[in-house]
């Protein structure tokens, strides 16, 4: 497992989340995160961009120290968002305000890798250290992963549909997320705007039934107990780092087998002897999807099929994806528009029958 990438500012204690005023930098240890050294006079800085005429909040080392630029009314926190469960940071996120009543705009880092082609991030202090819009890699500190980030697939699926390239042969047009529900966490509705939407909204050219969705995004009261930020309150006074867990568990409405579960990437239970055989295939993966597909081929006539797949022979699992003409012309289009760097496994990972 892969030590996550932590947020630059220091763990901060429940008591300390109740009252920010109050300084926390006297008994905690700061952790080791090269990132938190992008302030030129301290390497424990976090600046949160605010609003025109509203204060400015700066939190370093610990400490909160606010800025005021005229009268600010206070207003109210949401009562479903407990700030015990969060930092005044993170909290200032999930409520849009800042101690004070000042509306914030989230700056949390990010481990995401900018991919090889895109500009790159500046590094510089506060806000301006990202470069938004940029196409990523999900974190991690081994080797460069070809996984593209859950926010750049979810704003591709905006404009191609979930349902991928196979099942395109049997549709007139794409499944779109009607919407995307985010849980209780530090939050910003207009960083997921330009994420999943905005940065796409002036792709044109594409086939017919494809086009930019104009996807509901909401946030839910909800914690996820497991996240980042509720773990890390019931820990706050643990040394070490948190690292993220390689299980994952993938739902589906099948009854044979709703669930899914996979411990970093293979089915829970795989051995390493085993680790090549059929019982060690994921039943997401590509392999046992293009297995999927291809019971469903069997179980019709081959003179019902789509003429997508009778134009000529296929037989391995890229033919039967590249077959898929509109679904190919508007992932083309979306390509040279917007996504251009886009990682692209080699043609030799999808040579299977």
Known sequence: MLECEDQPCCPVRTDWANNPSMEASGNLKPTEDKRKCEGPDSPVTKKMRHEPGTPATEVANGGAHRQSFGNQESGPIPPSVSSSNLTSGELAAVTGMAPGGAKVVDVHRTGAKCVPGEAGDSGMPGVAYHQVGLLRVKPGRGDRTCSMSCSDKVARWNILGCQGALLMHFLEEP??????????????????????????QNVSALPNGFGVQEVKI????????????AVRAKRADSAGRLV????????????EQPLDVTANGF??????????????????????????FQKLLSSISEDKWPDSLRVRKLETYQDYKEAASTYQEAWSALRKQAFGPWIRNPPDYHQFK
């Open 218 to 229: 909401q946030q839910s009261d909800l914690l996820f107990e497991q996240s980042r930020c």
């Open 244 to 255: 993220p867990c390689g299980a994952a568990i993938s739902w589906s409405a099948v009854p």
């Open 267 to 292: 089915p829970q239970g795989a051995t390493k002897k085993g680790i090549r055989s059929l019982q060690a295939r994921s039943r997401i993966s590509k392999v046992e999807l293009f297995r999927s």
């Open 175 to 200: 499944i779109y997320l009607s919407a995307v529900v985010i849980g209780k966490c530090p939050y910003s509705q207009e960083a997921m705007q330009r994420a999943l939407i905005r940065r796409c």
